[in-house]
Protein backbone atom coordinates (compact mmCIF):
# COMPACT_ATOMS: atom_id res chain seq x y z
CA UNK A 1 0.00 0.00 0.00
CA UNK A 2 3.43 2.07 0.71
CA UNK A 3 4.44 1.49 -2.73
CA UNK A 4 1.44 2.42 -4.71
CA UNK A 5 1.21 5.68 -3.06
CA UNK A 6 4.23 6.35 -3.19
CA UNK A 7 4.15 6.03 -7.21
CA UNK A 8 1.06 8.37 -7.06
CA UNK A 9 3.31 10.83 -5.92
CA UNK A 10 5.80 10.33 -8.39
CA UNK A 11 3.92 10.48 -11.26
CA UNK A 12 1.92 13.99 -10.13
CA UNK A 13 5.40 15.09 -9.66
CA UNK A 14 6.17 14.16 -13.30
CA UNK A 15 3.36 15.84 -14.89
CA UNK A 16 3.39 19.34 -12.77
CA UNK A 17 5.25 21.13 -15.63
CA UNK A 18 8.28 21.78 -16.71
CA UNK A 19 9.28 24.46 -14.45
CA UNK A 20 9.01 22.89 -11.32
CA UNK A 21 10.75 19.48 -12.78
CA UNK A 22 13.67 21.93 -13.97
CA UNK A 23 13.61 23.22 -9.84
CA UNK A 24 13.71 19.64 -8.91
CA UNK A 25 16.61 18.26 -10.84
CA UNK A 26 18.93 21.32 -9.76
CA UNK A 27 17.84 20.75 -6.05
CA UNK A 28 18.98 16.95 -6.74
CA UNK A 29 22.08 17.99 -8.60
CA UNK A 30 23.14 20.22 -5.15
CA UNK A 31 22.33 17.12 -3.00
CA UNK A 32 24.48 14.67 -5.65
CA UNK A 33 26.99 17.63 -5.39
CA UNK A 34 27.41 17.62 -1.54
CA UNK A 35 27.49 13.73 -1.15
CA UNK A 36 30.73 13.77 -3.27
CA UNK A 37 33.73 13.89 -1.48
CA UNK A 38 36.80 15.67 -3.38
CA UNK A 39 39.34 13.29 -2.44
CA UNK A 40 39.59 9.38 -1.96
CA UNK A 41 38.45 7.43 1.20
CA UNK A 42 41.27 6.91 3.30
CA UNK A 43 41.96 3.75 5.21
CA UNK A 44 44.59 3.50 7.92
CA UNK A 45 45.61 0.01 9.65
CA UNK A 46 45.65 0.62 13.00
CA UNK A 47 46.63 -3.21 13.76
CA UNK A 48 46.24 -6.53 12.55
CA UNK A 49 46.90 -10.26 12.88
CA UNK A 50 46.04 -13.26 11.46
CA UNK A 51 42.15 -13.53 12.23
CA UNK A 52 41.91 -9.64 13.35
CA UNK A 53 42.05 -6.24 11.64
CA UNK A 54 41.37 -3.00 12.84
CA UNK A 55 41.51 -0.15 10.56
CA UNK A 56 39.98 3.95 10.60
CA UNK A 57 37.96 4.64 7.47
CA UNK A 58 38.04 8.70 6.81
CA UNK A 59 37.06 10.98 4.21
CA UNK A 60 33.96 9.32 3.00
CA UNK A 61 30.10 8.99 3.52
CA UNK A 62 28.86 7.00 6.11
CA UNK A 63 26.57 4.80 3.84
CA UNK A 64 30.25 3.85 1.94
CA UNK A 65 31.81 2.32 6.06
CA UNK A 66 27.65 1.01 6.30
CA UNK A 67 28.12 -0.57 2.81
CA UNK A 68 31.65 -1.66 3.33
CA UNK A 69 30.27 -3.19 7.10
CA UNK A 70 27.75 -5.28 5.86
CA UNK A 71 30.18 -6.55 3.16
CA UNK A 72 32.50 -7.81 5.66
CA UNK A 73 29.46 -9.19 7.63
CA UNK A 74 28.23 -11.23 4.60
CA UNK A 75 32.09 -12.11 3.58
CA UNK A 76 33.89 -13.08 6.95
CA UNK A 77 33.31 -16.76 7.47
CA UNK A 78 31.55 -17.33 11.30
CA UNK A 79 30.54 -20.34 13.35
CA UNK A 80 27.45 -20.55 14.84
CA UNK A 81 24.84 -22.98 16.20
CA UNK A 82 22.62 -23.62 13.51
CA UNK A 83 20.22 -26.65 14.13
CA UNK A 84 18.82 -27.14 17.60
CA UNK A 85 16.74 -30.00 18.67
CA UNK A 86 15.03 -29.40 21.82
CA UNK A 87 14.24 -32.76 23.79
CA UNK A 88 12.52 -31.83 26.78
CA UNK A 89 11.34 -28.08 27.70
CA UNK A 90 9.64 -27.28 30.90
CA UNK A 91 10.10 -23.58 30.83
CA UNK A 92 8.31 -20.57 30.10
CA UNK A 93 10.10 -19.52 26.71
CA UNK A 94 9.23 -21.82 23.88
CA UNK A 95 11.09 -23.56 21.68
CA UNK A 96 11.77 -21.10 18.57
CA UNK A 97 12.92 -18.45 21.19
CA UNK A 98 15.16 -20.58 22.73
CA UNK A 99 16.72 -22.11 19.61
CA UNK A 100 16.94 -18.46 18.08
CA UNK A 101 18.86 -17.18 20.97
CA UNK A 102 21.16 -20.49 21.15
CA UNK A 103 22.23 -19.34 17.84
CA UNK A 104 22.90 -16.03 18.62
CA UNK A 105 25.85 -17.26 21.11
CA UNK A 106 29.39 -16.86 18.70
CA UNK A 107 31.40 -20.11 18.61
CA UNK A 108 35.51 -19.80 19.27
CA UNK A 109 37.15 -22.46 17.42
CA UNK A 110 40.74 -22.97 16.89
CA UNK A 111 40.47 -25.48 13.97
CA UNK A 112 37.95 -23.17 11.96
CA UNK A 113 40.15 -23.30 8.91
CA UNK A 114 40.03 -26.92 8.40
CA UNK A 115 35.49 -26.76 9.01
CA UNK A 116 33.79 -27.29 5.50
CA UNK A 117 30.12 -25.34 5.45
CA UNK A 118 27.24 -28.02 5.12
CA UNK A 119 27.70 -27.09 1.25
CA UNK A 120 30.97 -27.75 0.71
CA UNK A 121 30.84 -31.22 2.27
CA UNK A 122 30.49 -34.19 0.40
CA UNK A 123 28.38 -36.25 3.33
CA UNK A 124 24.76 -37.28 2.93
CA UNK A 125 23.84 -36.11 6.33
CA UNK A 126 26.31 -34.80 8.73
CA UNK A 127 30.06 -35.44 9.50
CA UNK A 128 33.16 -34.58 11.94
CA UNK A 129 34.16 -31.79 8.78
CA UNK A 130 30.93 -30.05 8.66
CA UNK A 131 28.92 -30.64 11.87
CA UNK A 132 29.84 -30.10 15.44
CA UNK A 133 27.49 -31.45 18.05
CA UNK A 134 26.51 -29.20 21.36
CA UNK A 135 24.47 -30.13 24.26
CA UNK A 136 22.61 -27.69 26.71
CA UNK A 137 21.24 -29.37 29.88
CA UNK A 138 20.21 -27.08 32.50
CA UNK A 139 17.86 -27.74 35.30
CA UNK A 140 16.82 -25.05 37.65
CA UNK A 141 17.90 -26.29 41.51
CA UNK A 142 14.69 -26.95 43.66
CA UNK A 143 15.05 -24.33 46.22
CA UNK A 144 15.29 -21.61 43.51
CA UNK A 145 12.30 -20.42 41.27
CA UNK A 146 14.93 -19.10 37.98
CA UNK A 147 18.32 -20.39 36.89
CA UNK A 148 20.53 -18.80 34.69
CA UNK A 149 21.14 -20.15 31.27
CA UNK A 150 24.72 -18.81 29.83
CA UNK A 151 26.48 -19.89 26.98
CA UNK A 152 28.88 -21.48 29.65
CA UNK A 153 25.93 -24.02 29.45
CA UNK A 154 26.55 -25.30 26.27
CA UNK A 155 29.30 -27.82 26.23
CA UNK A 156 30.93 -30.24 23.52
CA UNK A 157 29.65 -33.49 23.09
ZN1 LIG B 1 29.91 -33.48 6.24
Known amino acids: MG ?9 SNYMAGGAQRDAQSNANAGM ?6 EEEPEVRILEYGQ ?4 FELTNTELSV ?3 LRRIIIAEVSTMAIDLVQVKENTSVLNDEFIAHRIGLVPIVSESVDQFMT ?4 TCEDFC ?5 RYRLQKKCPPDMDTCEVTSN ?5
Open 128 to 132: NKCCV
Open 65 to 67: ANA
Open 32 to 37: MKNRIH
Open 51 to 54: YNLK
Open 153 to 157: DIVLE
Open 3 to 11: AGMGMVDNQ
Open 118 to 121: HKQC
